[in-house]
């Protein structure tokens, strides 16, 4: 058996694991008895740690709100991942600028020399460049999280890609970061009675947690299905092209954001896009990086071709 110290640590490490731990569960996994597990807890109390109980059929532990903060145990590779990531938080989230570099400066100042020299190299030779996608906002991220992982409804005002603000009540199920700062969240909708995406970005202001459920059977698998809603989102204008070559090859080549793919045969397949204007369209489906032979819609030819002839003009005279 582990010495009491070393109990202590990893005690910590698996109550921060999820959210509750039934006794018996704990104590097995532990591979120590029910007694010693509740010594345990209370040696932990007693150092300031907050462990709440509760008892009967369901009864178990789970880490509660307290004055000490547990400490995180990091291989090499896991700070280095942080240290970076507290970098880009900086920029990435909307009121955790002075946070992000506040902890890493906590994080840096214990990094061995080794380590401490792998987080400034990154650090000297990368650069933020702004991509005009809407900066999150860090709090709604982290309870739009909390709130999957511990299968509790979530009630916010969600604002259409118009504007328009509605009130949701949804069983979140997963995020899903597609770069570009982007999240989404996959979660029931009550209302609609349907599986919804949200943007996360576009909850509007506070979200407030509500009562467990059971989480539903997921549509197929999450992320295919995430990455499908993603790229049928209503827009103005939608195009189909055919391409050579199955669709299983075209799948794995040609970026998700440019649009995507549907089987003909083995030897063919037609590439799906839409946007809201016909240069996006345009810019999509040269972006595929494959050659195309435009099937639909025959109204928008013409604009096709003018934005053709202005690239062939533009061009005509280059050396």
């Not at 640590?9 to 008895?33: I, N």
Request: aromatic share 8%; charged share 25%; glycine share 6%.
């Amino acid at each position: 058996m582990l010495d009491t110290s070393a109990r202590l640590l990893k005690l910590l490490s698996v109550l921060q694991t999820k959210r509750h731990w039934g006794g018996f569960d704990l104590a097995d996994h532990l591979d120590v008895t029910p007694r010693t597990l509740r010594r345990d807890v209370d040696r932990l109390r007693t150092l300031g740690y907050a462990v709440d109980a509760s008892s009967g059929p369901g009864g178990g532990y789970q880490l509660g709100k307290g004055s000490t903060l547990p400490p995180l145990l990091l291989d090499d590779a896991e700070a280095v991942a942080v240290a970076v990531s507290l970098r880009s938080a900086a920029d990435a989230f909307m009121g955790l600028s002075e946070t992000a570099m506040s902890a890493l400066l906590k994080l840096e100042q214990l990094l061995p020399g080794r380590l401490r020299r792998r987080v400034s190299a990154i650090q000297a030779v990368t650069v933020s460049i702004s991509t005009g996608t809407p900066t999150l906002d860090a709090d709604v991220l982290t309870s739009v999280a909390a709130a999957c992982r511990d299968s509790e409804t979530l009630r916010f005002s969600y604002k259409a890609k118009d504007g328009t603000a509605t009130e949701r009540v949804v069983e979140p199920l997963r995020l899903a970061h597609t770069g570009y700062r982007r999240w989404y969240l996959l979660a029931w909708d009550t209302a609609r009675e349907d599986w919804r995406t949200f943007r996360v970005d576009r909850i509007d202001g506070k979200v407030y947690p509500g009562a467990r459920f059971i989480p539903k059977k997921p549509p197929k698998d999450v992320a295919e299905y995430i990455k499908e809603t993603i790229s049928n989102y209503p827009q103005r204008y939608k195009m189909k092209a055919k391409l050579s070559g199955s669709a299983a090859m075209h799948t794995k080549t040609v970026p998700r954001w440019c649009g995507s793919i549907e089987p003909i045969d083995d030897e063919s397949c037609y590439f799906v896009s839409s946007a809201d204007s016909i240069e996006m369209l345009a810019s999509q489906l040269v972006s595929s990086g494959v050659d195309f032979e435009f099937v639909e819609p025959k109204e928008i030819l013409p604009e096709l071709r003018k934005i053709a002839k202005r690239f062939t003009a533009g061009t005509r005279g280059a050396a």
